[in-house]
Nanobody, 127 residues
Framework: VQLQASGGGLVQAGGSLRLSCAAS????????VGWFRQAPGKESEVIGA????????RYVDSIKGRFTISRDNTKKTAYLQMNGLKPDDTATYFC?????????????????????WGQGTLVTVSS
């Protein structure tokens, strides 16, 4: 499956953006979708993921309560709604697809767990 992330841009601190991750085909629905980000000069980090059906989500603490991941399998698209943006959220954001499921105890958090990647979309948050 091919993924394409979009929706990045420049926003003031406290603002909101919604990123989209569009997939090329209906196999999208069999994958866990994760979102990563890479800030300038830093390594990439996972920020969250959503299960195949969309029933389960997981987030890292740094964005919990501010960001929400959702998906619409009929549209072959996942979303990252970002509210309360901070300058520290400035990064290139990537979506990725993994065959690993989200369970009660685990979810795919490493880059190696994801097979398919979108090209990234830049989010810049000004202070």
């Amino acid at each position: 499956v091919q993924l394409q992330a979009s929706g990045g841009g420049l926003v003031q601190a406290g603002g909101s953006l919604r990123l989209s991750c569009a997939a090329s085909d209906r196999t999208f629905s069999i994958y866990t979708v994760g979102w990563f980000r890479q800030a300038p000069g830093k390594e990439s980090e996972v920020i969250g993921a959503i299960s195949r059906s969309g029933a389960s989500t997981r987030y890292v603490d740094s964005i919990k309560g501010r960001f929400t991941i959702s998906r619409d399998n009929t549209k072959k698209t996942a979303y990252l709604q970002m509210n309360g943006l901070k300058p520290d959220d400035t990064a290139t954001y990537f979506c990725a697809a993994s065959s690993a499921p989200i369970s009660m105890k685990t979810w795919p958090t490493t880059r190696d767990a994801y097979t398919y990647w979108g090209q990234g979309t830049l989010v810049t948050v000004s202070s």
